[in-house]
C-alpha cells in the first residue's frame, strides 16, 4: 500500500521581519540581546513550551511557560551577551525555521556559533519553540 504525504510548499525567505516567522524570532531576538520579554511573550499560546541545549539537568527536559521563559532569559543573559543575526527563514503555516549566528562573549570569552529555532505557530502565535546549536555548549 502506498502512500503520499503532502507536506505542503515552505515559503524561504532570505530574511523577512514581517512574517509570522520573522516576527517571532525578531521578539526572540530582542528578548536575548536586551532581556525585554515582553513583545515574545504577548505572542506565545497559553500552553506554550520551548526546548534548549543547555548543559544542565534542570533545563534538558521540555520547558513550560511564560515565567520559565523569563527565567531562561536571566539566566543566559548573566553568562552571555550576543547579539543574534538571522540569515535565512524556512515557513509555513504551522512551523518556522530560522538559522543565525550568535556572537558576543560567553562567560568573558569570545562566542560565536550558528544555530536554529523551529518556532511551531499556532495561527499567529507560538506555541513551542526547540533550539540546536551548532557547535556544543560546554563552557556555560
Known sequence: M??????????????DANTTCGRAFE???????YGETADFLAL?????????????DEW????FGR??????????????QVALTPQFQLFDSQYGVVVFRAEGL?????YHNVLTVVFEFKGERIRSFHE??????KNY
Open 106 to 110: 560567553l562567560s568573558n570569552q569570545p
Open 27 to 33: 521578539a526572540f531576538r530582542t528578548a536575548f540581546e
Open 60 to 63: 534538558k527536559e521540555p520547558q
Open 67 to 80: 515565567h520559565r521563559f523569563i527565567e531562561l532569559v536571566q539566566f543566559e543573559r548573566e553568562v552571555l
Open 2 to 15: 502506498r502512500m503520499d504525504i503532502d507536506f505542503g510548499k515552505p515559503l524561504t525567505a532570505a530574511w
Open 44 to 56: 506565545v499560546t497559553d500552553d506554550f513550551r520551548f526546548s534548549v541545549p543547555l548543559p544542565y
Open 132 to 137: 540546536f546549536v551548532g557547535m556544543p555548549l
